[in-house]
């Protein structure tokens, strides 16, 4: 949420800042304005009422005391009691319309980012090189999971439908060796790992900043909605950032830094891309991440930081990937800037996203309610909120797979995951798992 004092001291500046996400906010703007003093308005009123009402209420024993006829004091006591509760009443009803407007207007996006689309973002930096050779014809990721036995993707849409896909034998070992490697290296690094619920409330949602515009992009548990209605995380962000709501923390706590895994649920809008067939893009994947609460002169730093510990991420791992500077109007609503970083995907020549690291300022706090009190004033702040992922493995898996295959069809596990596969070095044809059922009560 924007602090309604910059959308009144400067309404044109924000109209045009958020302009640049391509979103036209002109008329919200121009609305909550005339809400707001008509909100100021109605709580200046109700109190002068409410304090007159004090005042002729602690002179009315007095007065019986001195004999004198109140008749007209109780009129006037009762009239102002009416009044209070017309205007409690007009005063809920312009206060709902201007929260709904402002819970509705997206972040504003940093001076510097440029405005529009994805065709403005601009790649900040290349990192590395397929580390396989080009003697021979690369397959995709899909043809060489099958291959390897690593994803059933058949068997995935036979149990969820298109979208799904189930890991198996080396490929499951595979994605949770990623996850336990992720969490292991923000462990050592100061995060604490929080294990959070998988169904959340709305709370949750509008604080994140996803609702209620975005209300429909995720997937409700119960039909009917009211307060007990809850969907699937979308992304642990979602959780992680209403951690602290409507809690004030002390300065000393900050910041506070977190990192969850969670399976993660969206509904894709729209039709997939030839390419992006596969694990490329689905309903339910699996993630690691890291978020950040932090003191608002902390929070270009913890931006850098979190930045840092993504590349980290994926250059250990000795993938070829670039990281990119978003424009305006491909932050996500609730971000003011975000870089993503961008896995190299040898047969769709080109790169897919693999981590967001975003900061929203002071956006989710307020929405959240989330501050922290200053030692030295006692002042009461907002906190700001970062996130980045640490890493989606939806992604990073395939890339793994493309760019380490080996001309016999192999596939080299990455060094820094040896320890995590068993000492396993090279995945192979020969390591497809082939179960066959006994009788669990034979002895012979």
């Known amino acids: 949420m924007l602090d309604i004092k910059i959308i009144r001291e400067n309404p044109e500046e924000i109209k045009t800042r958020l ?80 929260n709904e407007l402002m819970f509705s207007l997206p972040n ?8 529009g689309g994805k065709e403005n973002n601009m790649a900040l930096c290349y990192y590395g090189t397929s580390p396989t050779g080009t003697d021979f014809e690369l397959k995709n990721h899909v043809d060489l999971c099958t291959e390897l036995g690593l994803i059933d993707y058949q068997r995935g849409a036979k149990l969820s439908g298109n979208g799904y896909w189930i890991y198996r034998g080396m490929g ?65 962000e979602t959780a992680l950032v209403s ?31 030839a390419e992006e067939r596969g694990m490329i893009r689905g309903h339910q994947f699996n993630k690691v991440e890291m978020v950040q609460f932090t003191k608002p002169e902390d929070s270009n730093a913890a931006f850098e930081e979190l930045v840092v510990k993504a590349e980290t991420l994926v250059k250990s791992l000795g993938l070829k990937f670039r990281t990119v500077k978003l424009a305006a109007g491909d932050c ?70 493309e760019q380490y295959q080996q001309a016999d069809g192999s596939v080299i596990v990455p060094k820094v995951l040896k320890r995590y596969m068993r000492g396993k070095e090279r995945i192979t044809k020969a390591d497809i798992q082939r179960v066959t059922m006994k009788n669990p009560l034979s002895c012979g």
């Open 19 to 98: 302009k640049g996400r391509l979103v036209d906010c002109d008329d919200a703007i121009d609305k909550i304005l005339v809400l707001d003093g008509q909100r100021r308005d109605l709580i200046f009123k109700t109190e002068n009422a409410k304090s007159e009402q004090n005042k002729v209420s602690k002179e009315i024993p007095q007065l019986k005391k001195e004999g004198v006829d109140t008749t007209a004091v109780l009129e006037r006591m009762n009239a102002l009691k009416e009044e209070i509760k017309a205007f409690d009443n007009e005063l809920r009803q312009i206060e709902g319309e201007y």
């Open 108 to 115: 504003l996006p940093d001076p510097d980012l440029k405005f």
């Open 172 to 236: 499951a070992r595979l994605e949770w060796a990623l996850l336990n490697y992720f969490i292991e290296t923000h462990e050592i690094e100061g995060y604490e790992f929080v294990m959070v619920p998988h169904m959340l409330g709305y709370e949750c949602g509008l604080t994140a900043g996803q609702f209620p515009k975005f209300k429909d992009d995720v997937y409700w548990i119960e039909a009917e909605e009211d307060q007990q209605r809850r969907f699937m995380l979308p992304t642990a």
């Open 243 to 273: 951690l602290h709501r409507d809690e004030i923390l002390t300065e000393a706590e900050l910041p506070r830094k977190y990192i969850s895994y969670t399976p993660c649920f969206r509904r894709e809008a729209g039709s997939y891309r």
């Open 332 to 401: 996500s609503a609730s971000m003011a800037r975000t870089y993503d970083i961008e896995v190299y995907i040898p047969s769709m020549g080109g790169y897919k996203e693999v981590s967001s690291v975003s900061n929203a300022r002071d956006y989710q706090a307020r929405r959240g309610q989330i501050r922290f009190r200053r030692e030295e004033t006692g002042k009461i702040e907002y906190c700001h909120t970062l996130n980045g992922s640490g890493l989606a493995t939806s992604r990073i898996l395939p890339a793994i797979v």
